[in-house]
């Protein structure tokens, strides 16, 4: 074997081993999470009882739609909510707690809230290191004049793959891992 084929022979595997690590999420480019379960709890900030509600996505980012809501989703009029967002992959065994990654990779993500019901305004309460918005603690404010009814609840999980994180966004400008949507209903 020649000196330049033996170097050759050395130097591959060493560059398939620093490409291998290069593929981690917290690297510029990482990949997009799995994500098959959200869910949102909210607890009224003077006390009570948690609501609780949850959607699969039985195919993670698959082509099939979420599966409908589980738990009802009603929220008072008048009341502040301290709330968070957990992210799962339940394709896999054990669990997945998604939420972790997405801490520990902050500057890589947001979670953008969008509240249809007139009267409904949901607050990031945890940032990134650079002080922007994460978003997976957050408070909703309903308003006294909240208007009653179901309305729509979209939680959308950003990963700035390629584009910038802007601290006043208030849409995801990146890839999305996860779009769901809930119902939620505004009570006297």
Known sequence: MSSRVLR???VLPSLLAVSAC???????????????????TLTPASGGTPITVYIDDAD???????????GTFTLARGVTYTGSVKFENRLVSPAEDITVEVVAEANEHRVFY?????GITV???????QGRPL???FSAVVAGTAVTGAGNWRVVLCHYDGAV???TATSCAGETDIDVTFVATVSQ
């Open 8 to 10: 050759a022979a050395l």
């Open 22 to 40: 290069g593929d981690s999420s917290t690297a510029p480019g990482g990949e997009s999470e799995v994500i098959s379960r959200v869910t949102l």
């Open 60 to 70: 993670g980012n698959g082509p099939n739609a979420p599966t409908a809501q589980v």
């Open 114 to 118: 969008t509240a249809a019901n007139t």
């Open 123 to 129: 607050t990031p309460t945890n940032n990134d290191p």
């Open 135 to 137: 978003g997976t603690t």
């Open 165 to 167: 994180k802007v601290a």
